[in-house]
Nanobody, 118 residues
Framework: QVQLVESGGGSVQPGGSPRLPCAAS????????MGWYRQAPGKQRELVAA??????????NYADSVKGRFTISRDNAKNTVYLQMNSLKPEDTAVYYC?????????WGQGTQVTVSS
């Protein structure tokens, strides 16, 4: 069992650069592929960024809409995955969810709202 807790959301001006941490507990964090998803009102949840486990090399992938602006990283010593968001746009407004996957296990955090508005 893994518990995921996101933080760092809130209201941000366009062009802002917040960082979202997701703290994990309850299992061996380093074996999980971790990801950040988002869901805007009236839209489906979509993958924003993911980072593989340590054993798999910690490779990353990003949605086209955030490439070059967002960076996912993980600190296995702190059991935390981060989403650094730069150059935010109003269309980045959404609830951001942390996800952890390993084999058939799939866990979600409760989500954190990010609102980009001037």
């Amino acid at each position: 069992q893994v518990q995921l807790v996101e933080s760092g959301g809130g209201s941000v001006q366009p062009g802002g650069s917040p960082r979202l941490p997701c703290a994990a507990s309850g299992s061996i964090f380093s074996i999980y592929t971790m990801g950040w998803y988002r869901q805007a009102p009236g839209k489906q949840r979509e993958l924003v960024a993911a980072i593989t486990s340590v054993i798999s090399g910690g490779s990353t992938n990003y949605a086209d809409s955030v490439k070059g602006r967002f960076t996912i990283s993980r600190d296995n010593a702190k059991n935390t995955v981060y989403l650094q968001m730069n150059s935010l746009k109003p269309e980045d407004t959404a609830v951001y969810y942390c996800n952890g996957r390993y084999a058939s296990s799939n866990y979600w955090g409760q989500g954190t709202q990010v609102t980009v508005s001037s």
